[in-house]
């Protein structure tokens, strides 16, 4: 069994009114600086802050909108809270703000392909970005999405993401990857993604999982309310983390630090 490298925890902090299980809770931006300070606290040594939910069906956001509710808890957060901030948007003009108030890795959930801009402020700023595969575009991704071999197609997505990457500047050693869990995939698809997910961590680059609450947990639990996901959620990222996975991007911080700690001295054999 290869080595297991310590989890790194990704906290979400959604400065939004509309995220799907969280939505409006973090809007205030006092109290979205509190909550990222908690996830920090309780061990996620990333904080991913969105002010545009990509939940499917979502209505995008201006720039101005996303920018304004984004960059003063960034700047706050970078300040005071002991955690790598990132920026989770599609846009490279909220992106640049985000990077100027304390940012250093972009979270882009078109990889790349939504703002020409984007890949170019990356190689840039010689930031860490995170290359996510989506198939369409929030608004319209979960109608009906079709894949010949959903792992198949995830992995040669993102091997062009990179080679794209690459050739517009960004080292290749500041670039993990993403399979996109709920992005275009009905539940079989993000079973399918899990359970092959070693052939995504082969690639050599860390791979970042974002499962947390997600519709597939309750297709396969019944349980209705994202927040009632969070077991499910522990389970699916320990079976990640023997599979590879680096970066577990979760709204449950405490109960994910606890459930990684457990499985990882479990793979290890030691404590
Ligand atoms: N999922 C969401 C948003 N950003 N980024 C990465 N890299 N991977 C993901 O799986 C991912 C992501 C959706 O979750 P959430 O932010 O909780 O909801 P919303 O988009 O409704 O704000």
Redesign the pocket.
Known sequence: MPPVADPVVMG?V?V?P??????GQWLDPAAAVAHGRQLAAEGAAIL?V?GE???PG?APVPAAVERERVVGVIAALAGTAAAQLSI?TMKADVAAAALDAGASYV?D?TALRHDPDMAGLVAARGVRC?L?HMRGAPRTMQDAPRYDDVVDEVRAFLLERVAFAVAEGVSEDRIDL?P????GKDVQHNVALLHRLDELTALGFPV?V????KGFLGRLTGEADPARRVAAGVAANVLCLERGAAVF?V?DVRETVAGLRVATATLRGHA
């Open positions: 979400i959604n939004t509309d995220s799907f299980s969280d939505g991913d969105g939910s990509t939940r979502a989770d979270n959930v995170c996510m993403d996109g869990i709920g992005f970042v974002g499962l947390s609450r991007r709204h």
